[in-house]
T-cell receptor, first 113, second 114 residues
Framework: DGGITQSPKYLFRKEGQNVTLSCEQN?????MYWYRQDPGQGLRLIYY???????QKGDIAEGYSVSREKKESFPLTVTSAQKNPTAFYLC????????????FGEGSRLTVL | AQSVTQLGSHVSVSEGALVLLRCNYS??????LFWYVQYPNQGLQLLLK??????LVKGINGFEAEFKKSETSFHLTKPSAHMSDAAEYFC????????????FGKGTMLLVSP
């Protein structure tokens, strides 16, 4: 079955460490997205990529980095510069370019101790 | 610029009662509108979407929503709540055309009591 796989599901890290969240899709979608979710704040866009080797900052890109070396993969690195990294991170891909509908992965919960 | 307002961060209903979750949007062009549902520690699943065909849109699990341009609203309803409907619901807007991004509301948590 086609879908988006995010790993790990849960991740604990010490303050000051960089962490990388994996996102892999086998849907053959061109565009991929990373959102951050905090309680009561909805989803906020971190980065998105429309094609391989190209990506754009979203609304809250500071302290994050991404790469898009393959169509299937869009990893997110949470750097030590991100002041409040504890959150639920959601990866998505573009299902329908005519309407903007997104297809989501199951999410990764990062807790910084 | 597009935006979404969901009225009420929490809505409580009894099992069997009507569910009404409110969503108002702002968009400079005719929008595409979506409702997603999220269960704890899971991703978002599409419930239904409006893409300018019919103004009354039917989705999964018995949910439906009506697009009202004059009120800039896209409220989500279900005639009879079930315990399994307890989840967080997000309304989202897109101005479509190409790889434009979705803008999400802050979400409404639906609580269903027996």
């Amino acid at each position: 079955d086609g879908g988006i796989t995010q790993s790990p599901k849960y991740l604990f890290r010490k303050e000051g460490q960089n962490v990388t969240l994996s996102c892999e899709q086998n849907l053959n979608h061109d565009a991929m997205y990373w959102y951050r979710q905090d309680p009561g704040q909805g989803l906020r866009l971190i980065y998105y990529s429309q094609i391989v080797n190209d990506f754009q900052k979203g609304d809250i890109a500071e302290g994050y980095s991404v790469s898009r070396e393959k169509k299937e993969s869009f990893p997110l690195t949470v750097t030590s510069a991100q002041k409040n990294p504890t959150a639920f991170y959601l990866c998505a891909s573009f299902r329908d370019s005519s309407t903007g509908e997104l297809f989501f992965g199951e999410g990764s919960r990062l807790t910084v101790l | 610029a597009q935006s979404v307002t969901q009225l009420g961060s929490h809505v409580s209903v009894s099992e069997g009662a009507l569910v009404l979750l409110r969503c108002n949007y702002s968009s400079s062009v005719p929008p595409y509108l979506f409702w997603y549902v999220q269960y704890p520690n899971q991703g978002l699943q599409l419930l239904l979407k409006y893409t300018s065909a019919a103004t009354l849109v039917k989705g999964i699990n018995g949910f439906e929503a009506e697009f009202k341009k004059s009120e800039t609203s896209f409220h989500l309803t279900k005639p009879s709540a079930h315990m399994s409907d307890a989840a967080e619901y997000f309304c989202a807007v897109s101005e479509g055309s190409g790889y434009s991004t979705l803008t999400f509301g802050k979400g409404t948590m639906l609580l269903v009591s027996p």
